[in-house]
């Protein structure tokens, strides 16, 4: 024991971390090595608490999820379906409007729209989607599509990724969520990714969408195949990226959900694993404001433990769900629906301020923390 009450052989990570210095590859893989959970994750709370206080973020919003035919074929996915298989859907315009109108009924502020990679769907579908929503709901966030998705639409549809960047800005897209970077390491992509686009593209792609002015999010997949070596050359690869481009806005630690996969027969990553992780991201990620603790996958009471871990973001209501949510529930549906009353008392409960944002983290709301 020492004056940090750490493991002393974190010591060396912890000056770093009390002299706001950048941790190292080695210092992420020793921080993942560590058994004292606590102690990493004070080291995170530290550095969460200088960037955010108690300040804890949440939104309003929905998913939309427009198809879920996808060619890809990854392994972890239980949401995808092949043109010849059963189970398929593309919504029209006008069923994503409905959807998008309740959401706004029930205050949302953003819709989080991904789906599949259809090879049955002209370029226009999106366009038109884009500006069918922007000019019936032109206060809504769209955060649309991920860098695999513009990967797709760029070599799909014959256009340069400035075009495909800028054709999707102009029909409404405001920033772009954080998925398909799953585990960057390409061992790990060829064995659960194989079809996807590759670490280098997303992130050239990820640093392009930034030069246009549009920020993005980024996320990990973890607790599947991949080594705590993969997690950190992965982290590294974001912080890399994140000083050239600076539009990463929030890095979300996505827990892999095995059931309904082809990965069905791993665990899945434990509740100690998770902790860590987010730790352990918050420590590497020094160029990251935000940290966030996605529930849906957590679950809520791990989720709000997170928040002492470094996280400091809650992610959103997601009312009304969202088909490729629901294939990685978690908890039982009902548990997977939370009301903003909710979530402010998850947030409070745990001891933090909880700020209603808009996606680019202007706060809309404060809730004083409970007397
Ligand atoms: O890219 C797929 C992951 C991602 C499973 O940007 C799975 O704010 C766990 O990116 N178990 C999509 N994860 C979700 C995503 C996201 C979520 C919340 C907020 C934001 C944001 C982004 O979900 C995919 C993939 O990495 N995923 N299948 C699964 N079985």
């Not at 340069?160 to 029909?171: F, G, N, P, R, T």
Request: proline share 3%.
């Amino acid at each position: 024991m020492n004056e940090y009450f750490i493991d002393p052989k974190l010591n060396p990570i912890a000056e770093k971390v009390i002299a706001d210095e950048r941790l190292s590859f080695d210092d992420g893989v020793a921080l993942f090595a560590s058994d004292d959970l606590h102690g990493v994750g004070r080291l995170a709370d530290i550095v969460r608490r200088r960037k955010h206080g108690l300040n804890t973020y949440f939104n309003v919003n929905r998913h939309l999820n427009p198809t879920n035919y996808c060619y890809a074929d990854c392994k972890f996915c239980g949401f995808f379906v092949k043109h010849n298989q059963e189970g398929g859907y593309t919504h029209n315009i006008d069923e994503n409007l409905a959807m998008a109108r309740q959401a706004r009924m029930q205050g949302a502020t953003e819709l989080h729209i991904v789906g599949g990679l259809n090879t049955r769907l002209p370029f226009s579908y999106y366009t038109d989607l884009l500006s069918t929503l922007k000019r019936e709901f032109p206060e809504m966030h769209l955060k649309a599509f991920t860098m695999v998705e513009l990967d797709f639409f760029a070599k799909f549809y014959k256009m340069s990724d400035e075009e495909v960047i800028q054709k999707l800005h102009e029909a409404g897209m405001d920033s772009c969520p954080g998925g398909g970077a799953e585990i960057f390491h390409e061992r790990v992509r060829q064995q659960i990714c194989t079809h996807k686009t590759d670490a280098q593209r997303w992130l050239d792609l990820a640093g392009k969408v930034h030069q246009a002015g549009i920020k993005t999010n980024a996320t990990m997949l973890y607790g599947h195949i991949e080594n705590h070596e993969d997690r950190v050359d992965h982290l590294v690869k974001l912080r890399e990226q994140q000083d050239k481009s600076g539009g990463f806005q929030c890095f979300i630690p996505l827990a892999f959900y095995p059931p309904g996969s082809q990965l069905a027969y791993l665990p899945g990553p434990s509740g100690i694993d998770s902790l860590k992780t987010i730790a352990v991201s918050r420590l590497l990620l020094d160029n990251f404001d935000h940290i966030k603790a996605y529930w849906v996958m957590l679950g809520k009471r791990l989720a709000q433990t997170a928040l002492h871990f470094g996280a400091n973001d809650f992610d959103g209501t997601i009312s009304g769900g969202g088909e490729l949510m629901e294939s990685y529930l978690v908890e039982s549906k009902s548990e997977n629906e939370a009301s903003k009353q909710e979530i402010i008392h998850l947030i409070q409960e745990a001891g933090f301020k909880a700020i209603e944002r808009d996606t680019v983290y202007h706060p809309l709301r404060e809730y004083e923390l409970a007397a």
